[in-house]
Each structure stands twice: as structure tokens, then as C-alpha cells.
């Protein structure tokens, strides 16, 4: 059995990984030419997702998780603008992240042709962490059109043919689950109707908001709340047809170059895959996360269970690493080492393709 070309660095790294140059050359450097693109390891306060963006709602519209998780009683009615919706620092961090990327790759340690990796969670992420459920209709638009000047501001200064954008959408799963009647917690429910089009509509706005020859890759998710899914879905049946209908909007005006979706631990069935069949994403790179910690011999078995279905694909955690145990990182990034091919080979000029049939294994612009 041929190993799964290249890894996919979700985004987070553990409190263990204290800055930006720690996670750039330790990722680097523990995962040899199996990295296409590098995310910054979002250090420090960005670790827990969204809980970062507080500052940039208003206090009166707080709600949800810093209510435990229950919606206001009696929330009083409100009126917000824009300018109520304080600046989305993605841009600010990724800039200054960006810097290091340079000079670590200037000495030679991050080979030319790997991009540098930004993860934003979509605007319904952003506000179902923070926002009341009495005033997310009205918020959310108004976080969007800050999320769309960061991103501009963001590609202004950081060079396309450096920059790969990952979008991260584990709240419009959760959504579409609550719609389906398949979770109640009232911290899932939807603020709109009908869901689906207006998740979707979301992702296509944003995603068309990336330049087209910067890289453009989603990652699919069922949360990581302290380390448990919100749901434990039946099989990847809702992870296929979201990817293939970000796929039928985004791909005719944005090339997407990867989708990357979770495989739970105990998962190494063949049901578990079997929706994959259906993937319909054309030339965009597939990553599974089949890599669990202390577990190579279950993560080769996911691996050859996934191999009966799709052929080609990568490999990653199911999540982002910011909420694992410090003592985990190594095992994650050896099992990944160990388990995947690389995806180039260093040459003179940069990293030079492996040759593999199949889906092509280096992105597409």
C-alpha cells in the first residue's frame, strides 16, 4: 500500500510551541517535505479558536459561552452599526506571523515554494461563540463586512504567491446537525432561514473575497471541545456534501486547492468512508484526519480503510492542536512523518513535485 502523499497543519499547535518561530521550524523541521503550506501555530491567546475576538463585539451583545452556554433572559432590544464591530486582527497577527515565515525560510529551513497558512473561521463561527442568540441576525452582517476588509487588508500585504487562506467551519456543521434535528442544544441553533443557503452563501462570499492565486483550502470539523465531538456523526455522508457544494459554487470562479475533513478515532470501518465515493471536489487535494496521538497502529488502519475508497489523499489530526496535551505533540507529528510520503523533494530552486498518479499532489492555482 503506497502512504498518503503530505500533511496538512490544521492551524493551532499546544501551549507547549510559545511562538510563531517555534512552530514554523519545528513543524518544518519534523515533517520533511511533506508540507505544502505552514500555519503560523496561532500562539498565545488565538489557541482557544474564536475566544480571541471578544474585544471585537459589543458588550450588550454578549451571550452564549460567556453565559454558560444559555441564552440572556429577557434581552433588552438593541440597535447596533457597524461601527459598534471592532476590527477583525486576523490581518494584524498574520502580517506580523508572516515576517518570521521570511526570515525562517531566508535561512533556509522552510523550502521555497511552501506557503505561508492563515486559518479564519467563517463569520457564523465567530458569532455563535460570542454573540446572544436575540442578536445575531443583526450582528453577524456587520462582523462580515469586517471580516471582508480584513481579508483585503491581508492579501494588500502579504504576496499572493506566498499566501494560502484555510476558512474553518465547524459551526456551519453544527448548524445543518441542529436543522436535521440531529443535536438541540441552544447553542447551535440557527439565526436564519433556510439554512443551508444561507451557510453556503456565507462560505461562497467570503471565499470569493481570496484573490484568485492565493491558495484556498476549508477545513470541516464537529468542534474540539475538550477533545469531544458535539456530535459523533454516523459516517461522512454531511462532510462529502458540503465539500461538494463548496465545490460546485467556489470551483467555476476560485480554484480551491484542499478540503480537509476528520476521521473519529474509533472510525476505521468501511461505513465510515463509504459517502466518500461521492466526493466531487476536481482537482482540490484531500487531507483525512486520521493522525491520532499514541495511536500508529490504529492510524495506519483508518489509512488503509480510507485507501479502499479515495486513493489519493493527505493525512492531519482531526482538529487543530491548541486544546491538546503539550505530551501529545510529538507523538502527532512522528505518526504523521512516519506515515506519509513526501510531497516534493528540495531542489535548487525550491521544492520540485514527487510523481504519483492519481489527483494531482501539488496545489493548483
Sequence with gaps: MTQPMGVNLVGSMPTCIQSTEEALTKCISTLPNRLLTIPDGETGNRSMFTMWLVNVFPKEALGLMHNNFQPLE????????????GPVKYDKVAVESYKKFCEVRGKGIIPKGVRFQVAIPGPVE???THVDPAYQAQVEPLYRKRLLECLRN???KIPAEDLAIQFDLPSAMAFTDYDNDRIRQPFFKPFFQPVWENLHSRIEEISLA???NVWLGYHLCYGDIDHKHYLDPEDSTDLVAFANEITRRVAPKHPIQWFHMPVPKDRADGEYFEPMKRLNIGDAKLFLGVVHAHDELGTKQRIKTAKTVCPEFGIATECGLGRTPNEDLDSILEISKNLSAPTHEAGPHGFEPMVSGG?????KV
Excluded: H, T, W, Y
Excluded at 429577557?74 to 464591530?85: H, K, M, Q, T, V
Excluded at 489527483?359 to 496545489?363: F, H, I, K, Y
Design 210 to 212: 481570496v484573490d484568485k
Design 74 to 85: 429577557n434581552p433588552a432590544p438593541r440597535e447596533f452599526s457597524l461601527g459598534d464591530i
Design 154 to 156: 491581508l492579501q494588500d
Design 359 to 363: 489527483r494531482a499532489n501539488l496545489m
Design 126 to 128: 465567530a458569532c455563535m
